[in-house]
Each structure stands twice: as structure tokens, then as C-alpha cells.
Nanobody, 126 residues
Framework: VQLQASGGGLVQPGESLTLSCAAS????????VGWFRQAPGKEREWVSC????????YYADSVKGRFAISRDNAKNTAYLRMDNLNPEDTAVYYC????????????????????WGKGTQVTVSS
């Protein structure tokens, strides 16, 4: 059972990146997926959640309107599209799964994550 985040890199402010979260050994379609990030010297920060259906999504205020979470259950993969990146978005990004198909609040979603993958580095710098 594995989750692997990928797609990170070095970009300039204002540019975009799309991260992928590939699952192996289990069917991602049955689980809620979350994205988190951790910047150097800072605590891990929740970014976004998506339930098994695309309409059940939540975003942290810091990324709302710039990031978009999605999933392709046929590919067993979730995504995080990040637009208008700024240096404060620099961090290692991780994906995780939670056992329920839907959550009624962002707090419930982010606090119920129970399986984490390895991260991918995103650096935003001019």
C-alpha cells in the first residue's frame, strides 16, 4: 500500500505546477484524499481535501482560488493544480488518504488522514 507524490520542481513566482498522487496496492476511489505541505522550520500545513466525488472539496484559505484538487479514479491518482505560485508556497508537498468517502467539514477531513505518502519538493523562487 503506497502513495507517491510527484510533479514538484523549481518555478518562478506566478507560474503553475500540477502535482500527482499515485496510489498503488489499493483502490484510491474508495478514499478521501488530502494534500499537505511542510516548509522548512514550519509545522505541516493542510492544503486541501477531496472526497470520492469531485464536489466534496475543501481548501485552506491560503490557497483558495489558486489551487484546485481533483482525482481520476480510473488512473488511481489524485492531483493538485497550483496556479499563481508565490515563494510562500515553497514546501514539501505530501498526499494522504482518509478512510471515509465524504467529510462534512475541512477539520474532519484533515484530522482523519491515516496513511501518508512520500513528498515532492516545490520551490518558488525568482
Amino acid at each position: 500500500v503506497q502513495l507517491q507524490a510527484s510533479g514538484g520542481g523549481l518555478v518562478q513566482p506566478g507560474e503553475s505546477l500540477t502535482l500527482s498522487c499515485a496510489a498503488s496496492g489499493f483502490t484510491l476511489a474508495y478514499f478521501t484524499v488530502g494534500w499537505f505541505r511542510q516548509a522548512p522550520g514550519k509545522e505541516r500545513e493542510w492544503v486541501s481535501c477531496i472526497g470520492v466525488r469531485d464536489f466534496n472539496t475543501y481548501y485552506a484559505d491560503s490557497v483558495k482560488g489558486r489551487f484546485a484538487i481533483s482525482r481520476d479514479n480510473a488512473k488511481n491518482t489524485a492531483y493538485l493544480r497550483m496556479d499563481n505560485l508565490n515563494p510562500e508556497d515553497t514546501a514539501v508537498y505530501y498526499c494522504a488518504v482518509a478512510p471515509r468517502r465524504y467529510y462534512s467539514s475541512s477539520d474532519d477531513c484533515r484530522n482523519d488522514m491515516n496513511h501518508w505518502g512520500k513528498g515532492t519538493q516545490v520551490t518558488v523562487s525568482s
